[in-house]
């Protein structure tokens, strides 16, 4: 695994239970500003072995399409998450 992957994986798993980081966030604290869009190819390499379903677009945006995106409300809302409309009520 390349080392921008594990560390946009261990930025992802310092996202605590009921909060969420958008992809630009997750860039940053990984040490890559500006590398938002990368964020999403480390995220489909996990193979699901992080709280992927805690990283949303810019303004509460859930990015994903279908049934991943039924999947990852579901799973914030399970977690406590507001949403406002189809956007993380983003504080």
């Known amino acids: 695994m390349r080392d921008y992957t594990k ?3 261990a930025a992802v798993r310092r996202i605590p239970k009921g909060k969420v980081a ?5 860039a940053e ?3 890559f500003p500006g590398a938002a869009r990368a964020v999403a190819t480390a995220l489909r390499a996990s ?3 992080v709280p992927w379903w805690r990283v949303i677009g810019s ?3 859930i990015c994903l399409r279908g049934a991943s995106a039924f999947d990852q409300r579901f799973r914030l809302e399970q977690e406590g998450v507001k ?3 189809a956007k993380v ?3």
Do not use: H, I
């Not at 958008?22 to 997750?26: I, K, M, R, S």
């Open 7 to 9: 560390q946009v994986l």
């Open 22 to 26: 958008t992809y630009g966030e997750v």
């Open 29 to 31: 604290a990984a040490g």
């Open 47 to 49: 193979g699901g072995s």
């Open 59 to 61: 303004g509460g945006k």
């Open 83 to 85: 949403f406002r409309g």
């Open 89 to 91: 009520a983003m504080k």
